[in-house]
């Protein structure tokens, strides 16, 4: 008798352990197989595009295909950190250029390595690339149209200046490598000589943007021709801007996050003194704007210190590198976002402490809950401080910088970016493109337009923001 009491209790618990492995798949991949409400199942509309290939429904997935991906899914999105460690694939949801809902916006990478950021900004695998392109709601169609369709004169100011084949050695010379691109007339990126680009530079002013860590080439190229759109529509870029695309090997490198956003820290220095060779031979008297977001926003200061007579300084056996002479006839002017910078290196003594000398102006657009930029001081390419595009100077910061502090401004831009760590919804936004326009040289914008009426449907947060 007890010997079958004894198995009607191991069946009993068997069943229940049946009935818990059942319940936790209906909790964890159930959910994550489901197509979310508010999305198409196809980026193609149904009756359009290409037709179904005989046989597909034989050809896809099956259970025990989707299940690991599923449960990958699930993870993330119930167990606190597990971004950091489990790859990500997010699926394209869209908020209004300029005002990005909470949570809403893709985010190449990880936490470590959060990339290029904003509408229709995604990744998949280890590229990054425009998804949703033709989708209204992010922003892309009147960019693309702006430039090619109503007015294609405007890709005569375009300019692409890239040093993705330059040694990726701190004092390397990157004319051997260097490329100078720009559209000809069929819409096509062709390599030009850059006596063409220091000739259209002569007289105009000249917007020079550098973009932060993965970011490939079309994202590049696309990243200009919408800040481009988005400040000139903002009235905040003057007419006959000349706007320059600074190019550098910010791809991913490596696998592991840590590493490659670490190598991508190295690399940025490598960059700057790159882009301070670039901008010590335009001709005399030139107007420039420099643009970095994220790690752009450390080669930004990084270029103005070596303009500014300053000596870039490597890692244990690296080589350091300054330029020969100085420009002071420049007139160079910069707005960094969301840097990926020690927020220190201005002082006096520190790494960058020449930046200031190398410009007129200097602004910082940070933003204090900016998520991308929380584990910032764990970096290894870095002195282990809170970044610039986080914290801004603090009160040591202002006081040791003595009479440069006139050259500083900073603003605070979490209450429109909320915690997003993106280039694209900052320059979309109008207040944001405000503050940029007396670094442009651009004429007086005006007073900002009201704002539109909330559309039915949709709330506004207390900041401003739209939640869908």
Not at 175 to 203: H, S
Request: glycine share 10%; charged share 20%.
């Amino acid at each position: 008798m007890s010997m079958m009491t004894a198995r009607l209790r191991g069946m009993r618990g068997g069943l229940a352990a049946w009935r818990f492995a059942w319940l936790a798949w209906i909790a964890l991949a159930a959910p994550a197989l489901a197509q979310e409400p508010d999305l198409p199942n196809s980026a193609i509309p149904a009756g359009e595009g290409q037709q179904p290939r005989q046989g597909a429904e034989d050809s896809r997935p099956g259970l025990f295909r989707l299940l690991p991906g599923a449960l990958l899914s699930r993870l993330r999105q119930t167990v606190p950190f597990a971004s950091l460690f489990v790859p990500t694939t997010v699926k394209p949801r869209y908020a209004a250029p300029g005002s990005p809902s909470l949570f809403t916006r893709p985010r190449p990478g990880s936490k470590f390595d959060p990339g290029a950021g904003g509408p229709g900004i995604s990744q998949n695998g280890d590229s990054n690339f425009l998804d949703g392109t033709l989708d209204p709601r992010t922003g892309w169609p009147f960019v693309l149209l702006d430039h090619f369709k109503p007015r294609p004169e405007r890709l005569g100011q375009f300019w692409v200046v890239r040093t993705r084949d330059c040694p990726q050695v701190l004092g390397s010379d990157p004319w051997p490598k260097l490329k100078v691109l720009r559209f000809d007339a069929e819409g096509k990126m062709v390599e030009r000589p850059i006596d063409e680009l220091l000739a259209q530079v002569l007289g105009h002013p000249t917007l020079v943007q550098v973009q932060g860590s993965l970011t490939t080439p079309d994202a590049a190229i696309g990243g200009l021709m919408w800040t481009h759109s988005w400040l000139d529509h903002h009235k905040s870029l003057p007419p006959d801007a000349v706007v320059i695309a600074f190019d550098w090997p910010s791809q991913r490198i490596y696998g592991q996050d840590i590493r490659d956003i670490n190598e991508k820290g190295r690399r940025a220095f490598v960059a700057a003194y790159h882009l301070a060779v670039v901008l010590s031979v335009l001709p005399t008297g030139s107007r420039i704007t420099l643009i970095g977001q994220s790690y752009g926003g450390r080669v930004v200061p990084s270029a103005l210190h070596v303009l500014g007579g300053g000596e870039l300084h490597g890692r244990k056996r690296e080589p350091t590198a300054r330029l020969a002479a100085t420009r002071p006839d420049l007139r160079v002017r910069a707005v960094v976002i969301g840097a990926a910078s020690d927020h220190d290196w201005l002082d006096p003594g520190n790494r960058l402490d020449r930046a200031l000398y190398g410009c007129e102006a200097f602004l910082n657009l940070y933003n204090r809950k900016d998520e991308a930029l929380l584990l910032y001081p764990s970096l290894i390419r870095g002195d282990h401080r809170k970044a610039l595009g986080r914290v801004g100077l603090n009160n040591a910061d202002f006081a040791k910088l003595g009479p440069l502090a006139a050259r500083y401004r900073e603003e605070d831009i979490h209450e429109i970016l909320g915690p997003e760590h993106t280039l694209l919804d900052a320059v979309a936004n109008p207040k944001i493109a405000r503050q940029i326009a007396p670094y442009t040289w651009a004429p007086d914008p005006g007073p900002l337009p009201p704002q539109a009426e909330t559309p039915p449907g949709v709330a506004r947060g207390p900041l401003g923001r739209r939640y869908r």
